[in-house]
Every structure is written in structure tokens, then in C-alpha cells.
């Protein structure tokens, strides 16, 4: 027994396990989160071959290491600062976009709960919703090619000064019109916000996808670069193809169908449905309402 302790004490110290509060917990929890966010984001940019990129490098100065090369390695603690400096300028478009990202994250609305009367707030009416759905698919059936962007969280304020402000109820014939052929307003973008169009002929920035299918024209590229800039719901009817798709948060959804469209316009809505959560003093004062009106 005393040869198994003094091996142990000597050899397997190290198994001991530490004491863990929940403050390390947290601390884990929170790293885990941040690590996985940064993986995702680099994953879905071009960040991920700055990483590819990164990882060759790291491959040579190892070797230099080994073999102390120190011509090699002076060069490269050289320009290790301005490299990353460099980094931060060249990605300032995806470092912007994932910040943005995360701070559209709404992590205290799912953890807190107010109480508050029961009420229902929407972006914009099941009306509208109904109108933006029969325009697209009448325009795709005569092929008539549309630039839908629907206002979310974030402004598209500085879009909407590239075109021509109006201020109208969302209608389909209007709608119609405006995209219809050799009119003034047809090309470009139309903005919506909330249950009206405040801007046409917008011009839309363009997405620098690689990955985004050749056949597919500069209306689904700039469809998918504001989705890209912003958290805006964008819908596309293709003028060669007459297919209707949809750009959001980064992704393009192409050749839907109405029912299909309808559902996503409905989930862009983002419905609050708040239902009056009663106190136990409130409960009461009621009871003791009804006693006396008896």
C-alpha cells in the first residue's frame, strides 16, 4: 500500500482533479461560445482562407525553427505587426459584418421576460405580405425581373438616398408597375419599410461570393450583397428564368414557391406576441373587484 502512495506522489500528482466553482464554469461556457462564433464566422468568409494561409506560414517558420534559419525568422518578427494590421484592413468588411452580427443577437430578450399587457407588434401587416407574394409571382409569370429589399432592424437609410423617394402603400399593381419595362422606375431596387415603399431605382451593393452560381445574374448578386451588408429581406424575380428567390442574412434561396415565400415574408414579420403575466397582487385585486361588483 505504501508503494502504491509514494507512486502515486511521485509519479501521478498531476491526475489530481482542482476544485472548480461556477465561476469557472461560466468562464468556460463563455470562452466555448466565443471560440465557436469566430469558427463559424471564418467558416463562412473569406477569413477562412486567410486561415489556410496562415497555417503554411506557420508550417515554415516551424521548419526554420528546427533547422534555426535565423535570416527567416528575423524576417518574420519583422513583419508580424504590420501583417496583422494588414489583416484587419483587408477583412474590415467581414470583421464589421460579424460584429454587426452579433450584436442583432437578442440574448437578453430570450433570458428576461417583462411582464407588459398583451399586445402584438409586427414589422409589417399580413396585407403586405399577401401584395409583395401576388407581385412576385406575377411578375415570374411574365418573366418581369424585381428587386425587392424589405427593411429589418438595421437602416437601410444610406441605400435608399441612391434612388428616387416615394411613400406609398404597398399594393401588387403598384408594385407591377414599378418593375414593368421601359418605365423611369423599373431599374434598380425598391426599399420597403414597414407597410410602405419609400425608395426606387436603389442601387444595391454587390456580393464578392465565389461560391455564387455563374448562370445567376447581377440582380441576385446585388439581391445577395445587401443581405450580406444588412439583416434586410430581399426577394429576386429572375427576368430570364421568371424564378422568384430570396436573399437573407448572407444566403440565397432560389425557385420558391408562393406558399414558400409567403412563410419566410411571414417569419421576416418578426411577431411579438406579449401575453400579460399576472402578479399575485394583481390576481387579488381582481378577485376583490368581482366580490364587490356581486
Request: hydrophobic share 45%; charged share 25%.
Amino acid at each position: 500500500m505504501e508503494f502504491l502512495t509514494t507512486f502515486y506522489e511521485n509519479n501521478l500528482y498531476w491526475l489530481s482533479i482542482p476544485n472548480i466553482t461556477v465561476i469557472d464554469i461560466v468562464e468556460i461556457a463563455i470562452i466555448a461560445f466565443f471560440v465557436y462564433q469566430i469558427l463559424l464566422w471564418i467558416k463562412n468568409s473569406k477569413a477562412w482562407f486567410l486561415l489556410k494561409g496562415i497555417i503554411v506560414i506557420l508550417i515554415f517558420v516551424v521548419i526554420a525553427v528546427i533547422f534555426e534559419m535565423n535570416t527567416i525568422l528575423w524576417i518574420f518578427k519583422s513583419i508580424v505587426g504590420i501583417g496583422v494590421t494588414a489583416v484587419v484592413i483587408v477583412f474590415q468588411p467581414e470583421l464589421r459584418r460579424a460584429l454587426e452580427q452579433l450584436g442583432r443577437k437578442k440574448f437578453l430578450s430570450h433570458i428576461f421576460a417583462f411582464d407588459s399587457a398583451k399586445n402584438s407588434t409586427e414589422r409589417f401587416s399580413d396585407k403586405t405580405v399577401n401584395e409583395i407574394v401576388k407581385a412576385s409571382f406575377d411578375m415570374a409569370k411574365v418573366k418581369t425581373g424585381a428587386l425587392i429589399v424589405i427593411e429589418r432592424e438595421l437602416s437601410l437609410a444610406e441605400y435608399e438616398r441612391t434612388g428616387i423617394e416615394l411613400d406609398a402603400l404597398i399594393t401588387s399593381q403598384l408594385l407591377i408597375n414599378i418593375f414593368e419595362h421601359n418605365t423611369p422606375l423599373h431599374d434598380g431596387a425598391v426599399i420597403v419599410r414597414e407597410n410602405r415603399i419609400v425608395s426606387a431605382t436603389c442601387y444595391l451593393p454587390l456580393s464578392d461570393n465565389m461560391e455564387l452560381n455563374k448562370a445567376l445574374g447581377t440582380r441576385h448578386r446585388a439581391g445577395l450583397g445587401i443581405s450580406e451588408a444588412t439583416d434586410s429581406f430581399t426577394i429576386i424575380v429572375s427576368e430570364e428564368t421568371g424564378r422568384v428567390s430570396v436573399a437573407s442574412m448572407g444566403k440565397l434561396y432560389v425557385g420558391l414557391e408562393p406558399d414558400r415565400l409567403k412563410e419566410m415574408l411571414q417569419g421576416a414579420q418578426d411577431k411579438v406576441i406579449e401575453e400579460k403575466k399576472f402578479k399575485l397582487w394583481k390576481g387579488r385585486l381582481k378577485n376583490h373587484e368581482k366580490l364587490d361588483n356581486k
